[in-house]
């Protein structure tokens, strides 16, 4: 199963997420959703994570600086954004930092089950 993570500063943005999605039919297990940056980094330090997904705009440690501390702690962490944004300056960003896909605000179910789908293939590849 691949361990994920989901953190967003909107708790509504978290329950849509983990009620509307079938984890499993992706190989996914959600093994925490956090409120801010901080926390995810104290669970990713002792604990093995295989993919985040992470709003950009959050208070105390915005979603960019969180993909760069927790690449350093997991470098093969796979990452999907969320955001309410559409600016073209985080999402280049984000694409520097390596993540899967910048999906905007309100989540469309398909273009998420599309993008899991596609890291879990990518996951399986890697370890064959």
Not at 67 to 96: C, D, M
Not at 105 to 118: G, H, N, S
Request: charged share 25%.
């Amino acid at each position: 199963m691949i361990n994920t993570l989901i953190v967003d500063d909107e708790p509504t943005v978290i329950k849509w997420l983990a009620g509307h999605m079938s984890w499993e039919d992706y190989g996914c297990q959600v093994c925490g959703s956090f409120l801010n940056g901080r926390d995810i980094l104290d669970y990713m330090s002792s604990r093995p994570v295989d993919l985040l997904i992470t709003d950009i705009c959050m208070p105390d440690m915005d979603g960019l600086e969180l993909i760069g501390r927790a690449r350093k702690l997991n470098p093969h962490l796979r990452i999907i954004v969320i955001s309410a944004h559409s600016n073209f300056t985080y999402a280049k960003e984000a694409i520097r930092l390596g993540v899967e896909n910048y999906l905007l605000k309100p989540i469309e179910q398909d273009e998420l089950a599309e993008t899991l789908t596609t890291v879990r293939d990518n996951i399986n590849e890697n370890l064959n």
